[in-house]
């Protein structure tokens, strides 16, 4: 397994679709992870220090994790399969360890919430990552693939200039009006199903 670190998170290009970012923490190599906006703003709300009025689910979780004298110690991302990534959250809890089966972002959701360390096994970071070369700077080229993995080097690394979190204080108060919004119209549903079914809402 490799130490990674979150270097950030941003969008794509085109698709505006969520990637968070892993870093291996002894070199150069990037793991780039596409994932949804609820957890794309789970991450950003907590890296830029906000606070929503009521908790959230990865801040729920936390919660009760905490509440069972259990803490998370490692997230680690096991393997790639047919373009999906899965991860482990690692618990301990009165001295023996639990793992939970996880989507990348909900693990790195929470280690960002329980300073927890973040892992991606070998064949992950052999098969996924990508790798600068100092003397590729120069190349020319736009960040306009749909897939990172498409990039040459030269388009990733600026792709990567632009993607600390502090670049995205607007994108997370979108986010997080979305999240929002998308709660509120999911409580609708809710009371107009129970109402269509006779149930009080």
């Not at 803490?71 to 790639?80: C, D, I, K, M, N």
């Not at 498409?150 to 600390?164: I, K, Q, S």
Request: charged share 35%; glycine share 4%; aromatic share 6%.
């Amino acid at each position: 397994m490799r130490e990674m670190t979150l270097y950030g998170v941003s969008f794509e290009p085109i698709g505006k679709q969520p990637i968070v970012l892993l870093k291996t923490v002894d070199d150069e190599k990037f793991l780039p992870i596409w994932i949804g906006h609820p957890e794309a703003a789970a991450i950003l709300m907590k890296l830029q220090g906000a606070s929503p009025p009521r908790p959230m689910t990865h801040d729920l979780v936390t919660d009760i994790i905490s509440e069972l004298q259990g803490e998370v110690v490692r997230v680690t991302v096991t393997e790639l399969r047919e373009n999906t990534y899965y991860a482990r959250i690692t618990i301990v809890q009165n001295g023996r360890e639990v793992e939970v089966d996880a989507r990348p972002s909900d693990a790195i959701a929470l280690a960002v919430r329980c300073d927890a360390q973040i892992y991606a096994e070998d064949d992950v970071i052999e098969e996924s990552a990508i790798e600068f070369q100092a003397e590729d700077e120069e190349q020319q080229g736009l960040v306009t693939a749909s897939s990172l993995s498409d990039l040459d080097p030269a388009e990733f690394r600026r792709f990567l200039e632009n993607v600390t979190p502090e670049e995205f204080a607007t994108s997370l108060e979108e986010l997080r009006e979305e999240q929002f919004e998308d709660e509120g119209e999911s409580d609708e549903e809710d009371e107009e199903e129970d109402e269509s079914e006779g149930r009080p809402a």
